[in-house]
């Protein structure tokens, strides 16, 4: 049985001004998938998103959501999202971090609605699923980078999305934290079936993780299976990034250089 398009983006523009910063992008994303989506700074891979979650809207072509016309769509409980942004609480914050996943609720239950035991229930649940349950009263601010980013997948996480997008959530976590943090996103993949799609700048490493990598500049150059990406030669990526990179794969440990050199 084939399976269901969780994401269907067809011949999709979009310019903020005068420029098209996404153009003319069609891609598919089926459910189970784990997908990376990569490019140099500026390629418009946090438009797409935004394009994905309905924040702005297309000014050409079409994008399906679980089937339906976006325009139409509104399970976006359906939809979890993890920005770039997320875990840069300062100290002193006023949120619990039980309170910060509660507040995932907010869309399902309403602004001005109580919490009861069952929200808290579920939110206690979601930081079990990321391992952060023994953290719920502490302040969200006095926490590293790398457990903020847990709790905000926690966040996401707390109304039982099948899809989570993440934009580059490994950005302030520690480098030896950042494994185990994929682990955690293999693990809601595998596990959780949850399709996932994540925007990352580590070209090197995502193979090991993703199931699919997308490659975009304005549009899509590459997208395919994990292992075609890694036929994907160093002078297509050098000819999409502008400049010298290292094609990372898994033989990484062989080159191990940074892709922003
Ligand atoms: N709100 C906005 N108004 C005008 N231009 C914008 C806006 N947001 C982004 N842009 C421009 O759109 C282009 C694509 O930006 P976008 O943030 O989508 O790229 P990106 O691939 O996510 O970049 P990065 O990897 O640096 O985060 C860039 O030229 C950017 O300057």
Redesign the pocket.
Known sequence: MSKQRIVEIENVSYK??R?W??QDVNLTIEEGQFLGLV??????????I?LMLGLVKPRRGSIRLFGQSIKQFKNWQEVGFVS?KANSFNSGFPATVLEVVMSGLVSRIGMFKFFNRKHRDKAIQALKTVGMEQFSNENIGDLSGGQQQRVFIARALVSDPSLLIL??PTVGVDAEHVTEFYNLLGRLNKEEGITLLM?T?DIGTITEHATHVVCMNKTVHFHGASEEYEEFSEQDLNRLYGHSVHQLTHNHEHHGVNPHD
Do not use: R
């Open positions: 903020y001004e420029e910063v996404v490019g140099p700074n500026g390629s418009g891979k946090s438009t797409l935004k770039q934009d580059e925007v700048h």
